[in-house]
């Protein structure tokens, strides 16, 4: 049965996905666990950024199709469903920058969860696809959302349709993948990535978030107004103020993308 293992270190928390033997798929238990692990998360002040991977040689292999057999009760899939529907709302909407490392299969839900977050690093040799029409099921967690954002509408559909997989290089061409590297060089960069995203002001970082997340269904005229708000709320945290002082003083920023060496 695959858990989910929380660790925080550093104002970092690392969740992985344990079920190696399943290829870490999902059962409805580590679907709520996820739930429960965000929502703490989102509510523990010292924790700056998430890094979500699997253990094993695998992201996610999506739901555990040997337990939906022996679970098609309407009510207990309206309750995995709604609890499934939680966690990516908290994802989406999660004020700190959140990873995927994907290594492997990333296939089904183990896909969608992995675009919930606000980047999907992952390893040359990462499978992805969105198996669901391969058993009949309905695509979920975010995805008939997510996908579309990053690749558009007509290549979300054939993804979609097709059940096939997309390669490494696909998916980063596609947009899908910010980043592909050596299995044994992964983990590292994704941590990299996360703790330099996390030296952002975090009210900056959050408002900036809540801004994108709904751009596609808001206007100019919209966004122009939320853009001056925030920016009056940014303007005003002590982390601009110390920012600038940084500047006047000619020092570095706290915060600079960690390029690739």
């Known amino acids: 049965m695959t858990s989910v293992v929380l660790t925080v270190e550093d104002g970092l928390a690392t969740l992985v996905l344990s079920g190696p033997g399943r290829k870490n798929a999902l059962t409805w238990q580590a679907i709520g666990e996820l739930e429960r692990t965000f929502g703490r998360l989102r509510d523990d002040p010292q924790v700056n950024a998430v890094l979500l991977t699997g253990a094993g040689d695998d992201f996610c292999s999506g739901g555990d199709i040997s337990m939906m057999g022996s679970s098609t009760d ?19 909407n999660f004020d700190r920058p959140v990873i995927a490392a994907v290594d492997g299969v990333a296939f089904g839900a183990g896909f969608s969860l992995a675009l919930a977050c606000d980047f999907l690093i992952a390893s040359d040799r990462a499978r992805l696809c969105m198996s669901f029409a391969r058993i009949g099921a309905m695509v979920d967690l975010g995805a008939t959302y997510t996908l579309p954002r990053i690749v558009g509408y007509q290549k979300a559909k054939e993804i979609i349709y097709s059940a096939r997989e997309v390669a490494a290089h696909e998916a980063l061409a596609l947009g899908i993948a910010l980043e592909i590297h050596p299995p044994e060089r992964l983990a590292a960069r994704a941590e990299e990535l996360a703790r330099s995203l996390a030296n952002m002001s975090p009210v900056s970082f959050a408002l900036t978030k809540r ?51």
């Open 211 to 261: 801004l994108l997340g709904r751009t596609f269904e808001s206007n100019l005229a919209a966004q122009l107004e939320a853009e001056g708000s925030a920016q009056a709320v940014a303007m005003n945290d002590q982390y601009f103020t110390d920012a600038i002082e940084r500047f006047m003083r000619k020092e570095p920023s706290l915060y600079r993308w960690p390029t690739l060496k």
């Open 74 to 92: 309407a009510s207990v899939l309206n309750e995995v469903m709604a609890s499934a529907n939680r966690l990516v709302s908290t994802l989406l």
